[in-house]
């Protein structure tokens, strides 16, 4: 394992480090690049008492051709785990990293009270929002 000033890069990926948020309870994320669900694991492990997560997609990635896959991080966060509550991501493309992502967060939140899904479907000119309410 190699240590540089911005983070640590292991035999396969280059590993962020962000430091630990402790009392950070919402954190809004707009999002421009189109692989941004491969960072999202490290700022959630680096917000344990995280409540509110708020995801603004305002990538142009194309839909049929995303350029990386969603990969289950090793240990699922401890806010996902004790304290997240709602989750709003607005944006929504449908490719299947965001699928991916989406079913992750509800399968693992077992606190999870609400998620909120918008979407934009360019060609029709539909918006939508989907709810998971226990």
Known sequence: MQHSENGVLDDENWV?????????????????NCNYWEVLPEFLHSTPNLEDLVFENKTLCERRYPRSEWREPKDVPICLLSHLKTISISGFKGQWPERDLA??????GPF???????????EKRKYASFAVVN
């Open 16 to 32: 962020w480090q962000l430091p630990v948020f402790d009392n950070l309870k919402q954190l809004e994320l707009v999002l421009s």
């Open 112 to 122: 999870l009270d609400k998620m909120l899904i918008y979407t934009d479907c360019v």
């Open 103 to 108: 079913k992750y967060l509800l399968n693992n």
